[in-house]
């Protein structure tokens, strides 16, 4: 039976969290030695290979050394993608690509054509390791010179929070997260460095690398539009996260620390869940800001979740566009078609439909308050792991509905536009016309 490229990569996903949660249920993967029960070993499959972060047991406390390799095994694996790693051990093997398979990295890696597919996979493998050996460098030279920590376990720090950062991931090997290093730059600069860059996706990393390299002259709309929200949300989050937390969670620190804290609080939440402040004590405004910026995400192709910064930003120039009453949309001297608006209108409405429905089971069935419940879905769909400490309090079924979000987060949109760009229905009529009222 032929199946779409988007239906192959959703079975690739569920593949693989069937996969690592079957590992991950095994007495070795625990410090206790006792296998882990299902729902733990599900949610933190998913959590893992979705690269979102939520967690309900302790990472660095609960799994074992053989346990926490499996979880960043399924983060590089849900990072490069099923479909780009099935890809590529097919060139190692036979040093070709079928259609088919060519069809199936496309539609995970977000290319326009064939032609390029084996370069764009090759070049998302030595991408990925390159940013990730030089982040992981850092961090354990930070961890054995400014912490003592032994070369091995410096290394091993290194690495794992490498990884979880370039994929934006958010599992960290500390109880607490990141808290403990939120004043230091050694530590956070590089984590923020490497979800940047993997959150603004790799056809804007390719694309810019041939700028540089004077291969391209003109950046593509989609890069343009990546960059230039990109930038704005950079500058924007931070700067609300620092107003609205100033007496807040960052009284007591100084300057310089509160605008490192707020600089990592206000980039993590569009693509990471590492977190340098306790979120169960920021203020209601700053969790509602949070929540935007979690579901808007990061750019297409990347490792980032949430509907995507160029979905947003065709939104606004379809506002801007009927506020001025211009008979088309144009964003950077181009002309964006009907169809793109519509995949954008049905992705952006879908995920409210998820996010709100989700939240609105969760309000009737537990007794948690509607910010934290909202901030918790928002997170889960967005693949972002941030969390307010609820997620392991929830019930089993709140829990099996975060990892239902999680899954939709990862693969949803990449299914949604491939299925909707690859159905193109002819009508060999056009019925009549009528206008509602609208507003």
């Known amino acids: 039976m032929t199946r779409s490229p988007a239906r192959v990569v959703a079975l690739g996903f569920a593949t693989a969290v069937v996969v690592g949660t079957l590992l991950l249920s095994a007495p070795a993967a625990t410090q206790s030695g006792v296998g882990a029960g299902v729902m733990s070993a599900l949610f933190t499959a998913t959590s893992a290979v979705c690269l979102t972060g939520l967690i309900v047991v302790d990472t660095p406390t609960y799994w074992s050394g053989y346990g926490q390799g499996l979880i960043l095994a399924l983060i590089q694996l849900g990072g490069l993608g099923i479909m780009t790693m099935a890809s590529l051990v097919g060139l190692l093997l036979a040093n070709r690509i079928g259609l088919r398979a060519r069809l199936n990295a496309a539609a995970e890696a977000r290319t326009s054509g064939l032609g390029d597919v084996r370069t764009v996979i090759v070049g998302v493998v030595r991408t990925s390791l390159l940013i990730e050996a030089v982040v992981a460098a850092c961090l354990a030279a930070r961890f054995a010179i400014g ?64 700028h540089l390299r004077g291969r ?65 004590q920021m203020d209601d405004a700053t969790l509602l800001v949070t929540d935007v910026l979690m579901f808007i995400g990061g750019g297409s192709g990347g490792t980032a979740g949430g509907i995507k910064v160029t979905t947003f ?66 997170s889960a769909f967005a693949t972002v792991g941030l969390s307010t400490g609820i997620t392991a309090q929830l019930p089993a079924w709140g829990q099996l509905l975060l990892v239902v979000l999680m899954y939709l987060g990862r693969i949803g949109p990449i299914t949604l536009v491939s299925a909707l760009a690859a159905r193109d229905r002819g009508r060999r009529f056009e019925l009549p016309v009528e206008r509602p009222f609208i507003g």
Not at 167 to 175: I, K, P, T
Not at 195 to 209: M, N, S, Y
Not at 336 to 346: D, F, G, N, T, Y
């Open 147 to 210: 912490y003592d920590e032994p070369p091995v376990r410096a290394l091993w720090l290194g690495v794992f929070h490498a990884i979880s950062a370039f994929n934006n991931a958010g599992f960290a090997l500390f109880s607490d997260n990141i808290i403990s290093f939120a004043r230091d730059p050694w530590i956070c600069v590089p984590l923020m460095a490497a979800v940047i860059l993997g959150g603004i996706g790799f056809p804007v990393l390719f694309e810019v690398g041939r």
């Open 313 to 378: 930003a065709v939104l606004l120039f379809v506002i801007a566009a009927e506020v001025r009453g211009d008979k088309s949309v144009t964003a950077f001297d181009r002309r964006i078609e009907p169809r793109l608006q519509r995949q954008a209108l049905s992705v952006a409405l879908i995920a409210v439909a998820l996010v709100m429905a989700s939240t609105l089971a969760l309000l009737a069935g537990t007794a948690f308050d509607l910010n934290v419940l909202l901030f918790e879905v928002t």
């Open 216 to 280: 391209r002259r003109r950046w593509s709309l989609h890069t343009r539009l990546t960059v230039a929200v990109t930038a704005v949300l950079l500058l924007i989050g931070p700067l609300l996260v620092l107003l609205l937390e100033w007496q807040h969670t960052l009284r007591g620190l100084g300057l310089g620390g509160k605008l490192l804290v707020a600089a990592f609080q206000g980039i993590m939440p569009r693509t990471a869940g590492f977190n340098s402040v306790d979120y169960a």
